[in-house]
């Protein structure tokens, strides 16, 4: 297994989620980034409105993962805990 980028993979999660942060404001959620794993997945929490929004699978799958999958083709998944 290749030897993932930690740091950068995470400066480019923590800019992904800033721009869509804006939007889950607007609908009263964020999200935060719990982990990215050895295989390259981001983890994050979906917090507020967003946690429990029938919405949350759309807006991790179509909004930061395609968004990270742009800026960092090594991220493998995003996943919600």
């Known amino acids: 297994m290749a030897i993932i980028d930690k740091q950068g993979i995470t400066t480019k999660v923590m800019e992904a989620m800033e721009q869509l942060r804006p939007f889950l404001h607007a609908d009263g959620g964020d999200m935060e980034l719990v982990e990215i794993t050895d295989d390259a997945t981001v983890r994050v929490r979906l917090m507020g409105a967003c946690s429990d929004c029938s919405m ?11 968004a ?4 960092a083709p090594e991220v493998r998944a995003v996943e919600s805990v």
Do not use: H, I, N, P
């Open 56 to 66: 949350s699978f759309m807006t991790l799958k179509a909004g930061l993962e395609d």
């Open 68 to 71: 990270l999958k742009l800026v």
